[in-house]
């Protein structure tokens, strides 16, 4: 599996039905769609729903094989939660396969099929709503539909942005995560051989560089919100005297986050805005 098959978090614009549809509805309507299954439990509930599922895929002009690209790698999650299910879900009656501590139902075959349904189900629809849904309309209907939990003092606007700084940044790191990987094996690392813990060795030169690059995307991306006066979803407060009145942020006129650089950034560094 190839880290660019990882697509979670990635957004392809287009014009059609779903992509225009109101990001709240969508939201409603995946939460509905999640509960609907997990609430199914005849075959005639998953075919109702499976149908509509594909229906949408049609209709959002996704294409089914960036769908499949994006379930490579739950696969493996997938396949051993249908095993599970199959070996150690009892039936009545005799078992229609038994060998040494196993026993397969035919109760076992069914609830096996249905997990791997819904899971690939699940996640489909998930990736539906992420592929069709700009990150800042995704924040902006979350924090629209949460809005009533305000009143008992619950940080919606932080939690919707947090959201969305993730999904954001989700193919970012993957991206990055591609070019240590390529940088560790011209090195002479190796990802690809051996048993599953000399694998996981393997693995500890890749995750200190990704940290230390995440961490200082994090702080460019906080130096870039403060310096464009980011206040939470308060907005920018009003401004200290008519010298601020350029900024809008309150500060003096020459804000030293601006030009010098805030004092979590350190010296005077250079930070891509646009980037950003």
Request: proline share 6%; glycine share 8%; net charge positive.
């Amino acid at each position: 599996m190839a880290l660019k098959d990882i697509t979670l978090g990635q957004y392809f614009p287009g014009h059609t039905v779903i992509h225009r549809l109101d990001p709240r509805t969508k939201l409603i309507f995946t939460v509905a769609y999640i509960v609907a299954l997990f609430l199914a439990r005849q075959v005639v509930s998953y075919a109702i729903l499976l149908v509509l599922l594909g229906v949408l895929i049609a209709v959002s002009k996704v294409g089914l094989k960036s769908i499949l690209r994006g379930m490579k790698p739950i696969l493996i999650i997938v396949i051993i939660t249908g095993v599970l299910n199959l070996f150690y879900t009892a039936g009545e009656g005799e078992p229609l396969v038994s060998f040494w501590v196993f026993n397969i139902y035919a109760e076992g075959i069914w609830a096996a099929i249905f997990m791997v349904l819904r899971i690939a189900m699940l996640i489909t629809c998930t990736f539906l709503l992420t592929y069709t849904t700009s990150p800042i309309l995704l924040t902006d209907g979350l924090e629209n539909l949460l809005g009533p939990l305000k009143k008992i003092h619950v940080p919606v606007h932080e939690l919707a942005m947090m959201m969305s700084i993730a999904l954001r940044f989700i193919p970012t790191l993957i991206e990055e995560t591609d070019k240590i990987m390529s940088a560790q094996k011209a090195r002479g690392a190796d990802f690809d051989t051996g048993n599953l813990m000399q694998k996981a060795k393997a693995l500890v030169p890749l995750l200190v560089p990704l940290f230390i690059s995440a961490f200082r995307r994090a702080d460019e991306l906080a130096v870039a919100m403060e310096c464009r006066c980011y206040h939470g979803g308060e907005g920018p407060p009003p401004p200290a005297s008519a010298e601020a009145e350029g900024h809008g942020c309150g500060r003096p006129a020459v804000c030293p986050g601006h030009v010098r650089g805030h004092r979590r950034a350190g010296p005077l560094r250079a930070v891509n805005l646009r980037k950003l």
